[in-house]
């Protein structure tokens, strides 16, 4: 019996290399992806998934990438992309370069790939985003991380806008949050390792793989509030 495929898009390290690290483990059959031609944590994964290379934010890499594996199909397409600039740096702080390039990255290219790729993900399998609590508009009560929580806030509309432009639609889309991680963006001090957080994750896909619809979740599965 084949077994279920994965296509995750930004594994180099961090929550995408977690993510497919925890997709082999559970059997499947992954290709992930990886920013330029530099030897990256996931070349220690080589023999057991395919790597290719696209950085998203060029849209003709990911024009080519998707030529590439044009005759494939697969049960997930997961998007994991995200930068951030200074936590504390306000709007009226921020330069305008620095507040492009991470709505770029993190809300326009991600929605770029799942455009490209959605077609490859048949009508039981799933869409995910990594989204973030701090997109969250009824949640920040906080403040703080104003760029990037405006640019997760972003992914949020344009995927809802992709899942009202896709009613009746049979797969499972999804908003995950995957809390707050010990990677190179969330810090030392963050309260989750990597494997809590996508171990997580994956069980919450899992859960949800038969119910259409979007649904903006976090990793235990539970429901965050737009």
Known sequence: MPSNRA????ASRGLGLGLAQAYLTRGWDVTATIRGTARTPLHDLKDKLRIESVD???H???LALRERLARDHFDLLFVNAGI???PGETIGEVSTDSFT?????NALSPMRVIEEFGALVPTTGSIAVMSSGLGSVADNEAGGWEVYRASKAALNTLMRSYAARHKGDTRSLFLIAPGWVRTD???PNAGLDVETSI???VSTIANHSSKPGLHYLNYQGKTVRW
């Open 56 to 58: 998203i934010n060029h």
């Open 60 to 62: 003709d890499q990911v």
């Open 199 to 201: 171990s997580g994750v």
């Open 7 to 10: 296509l995750i898009i930004g």
């Open 84 to 86: 951030s600039n200074g």
């Open 101 to 105: 390039q991470v709505m770029i990255t």
């Open 185 to 187: 963006m969330g810090g």
